[in-house]
């Protein structure tokens, strides 16, 4: 699922439990990127968090990171290589071997949380968001006038293109514009509530379901509205339910006896067998694979 960090000018740097957190529900690479003499400084490819953590130190003592505006991002892979060059934040370039370099400077730098569908597993190397800014941002933002990426245009043309995905884009001002849906706390803003910890998920899951009668439900929405279980409501709703779905783990699941979606899969066309408890995925209509245990309702909800 991946999860970004975004922290202004003048707030403290996020707690090491927050970021142990992100870390351990996202162990696939991190790394961050700050303002300082009107460019950006990505430094990423930390694939242990001993070593992002000290790396994240020695910056902090440097540059005096609560000065900066700061944006991390800690990654766990859907396409591309897992690898140092493929962890988040990227520069505005279309060039291939920049966008995986991991340690420079750029006038703009962009993070990623979500999965753009067009280019997942497009490429054996590069991941969705890096074929993203090369092929679309990057001439949107280089062909348009100064400063059109913090349009309301720009914004919405993005939002149209992502898949509800979330992108933080920030130049060498610190000013960070924030595409998507965010959660904001304590003056620092997530992509997900993935840094919580397994009980706040588990509450606010519980509490956002309620909602809807703590069943779970089909879904759908089109030119003429939002409906659950064919019943038309209003957007809000909408929204809020399918943001409790967005925030489960990583391959957890949840299915009712008619029903099943895999929220946090990579590719699509998911398989439940109820003999053996076991979730399956057809990936490019050959090849089956096998993806974990299935929750029942009683496992699933938290219950008095």
Known sequence: MCIIIVKNSGIDLPDKEILKRCWNKNPHGAGFMFNNNNKIIIKKGFMSYENFYENLLRNDKQYRLKNQSVVFHFRISTSGLIDKGNCHPYPLTNDSIYLRKTNLCCSIGIAHNGIIQEYNHKDSVLNDTQLFIKNIIYDLISNTKIGYYKSEVFKKIMESMIDDSRLAIMNG???????????????????????????????????????????LKYFDNDENGFFIDDVATDECDYEVFLDSLRQLDTWESVYDKFYFQEYSGACGSYFLDEEDNKIYELVDKNHLYYLGNYKTKNEFYITD
């Open 173 to 215: 001002n610190g000013e960070v514009v924030k595409i998507g849906r965010w959660y904001e706390e304590n003056g620092l803003f997530f992509s997900n509530i993935g840094y919580k910890n397994n009980s706040e998920v588990r509450t606010s899951i519980q509490k956002k379901l309620k909602l809807f009668d703590n069943e």
